[in-house]
């Protein structure tokens, strides 16, 4: 009986519990600063995405989605192609 009224405690925290996402985005095609700019614009266009940190020397996107939100791969490719770029890898933490 104790662990299953542990059980349902922890499962009503773990489901109200903040939820945020990390995509890091490997992107072909990223020269310049000015690049970087215009794909941290594009993303930061999209309502889900609250910070974009790009990494021009890896080539690495980092999206930070707001709480309990988040993005698909399919949008994320949609956005960055659209921006001129492509997309090698999504990775989410």
């Given at each position: 009986m104790?662990?299953?009224?542990?059980?349902?405690l922890?499962?009503?925290?773990?489901?109200?519990?903040?939820?945020a996402?990390?995509?890091?985005?490997?992107v072909?095609?990223?020269?310049?600063a000015f690049?970087a700019?215009?794909?941290?614009h594009?993303?930061?266009?999209?309502?889900?995405v609250?910070?974009?940190?790009v990494d021009?020397?890896?080539?690495?996107v980092?999206?930070?989605?707001?709480?309990?939100?988040?993005?698909?791969?399919?949008?994320?490719?949609?956005?960055?192609?659209?921006?001129?770029?492509?997309?090698?890898?999504?990775?989410?933490?």
């Amino acid at each position: 009986m104790k662990r299953t009224i542990l059980f349902g405690l922890l499962t009503i925290l773990v489901s109200t519990s903040v939820f945020a996402e990390e995509v890091k985005v490997k992107v072909n095609g990223m020269v310049c600063a000015f690049c970087a700019q215009g794909i941290e614009h594009a993303l930061k266009e999209e309502q889900t995405v609250e910070h974009v940190k790009v990494d021009l020397d890896s080539g690495v996107v980092t999206i930070h989605t707001h709480d309990k939100q988040a993005i698909t791969d399919k949008t994320i490719d949609r956005i960055i192609t659209d921006a001129g770029f492509t997309v090698e890898s999504v990775e989410r933490k």
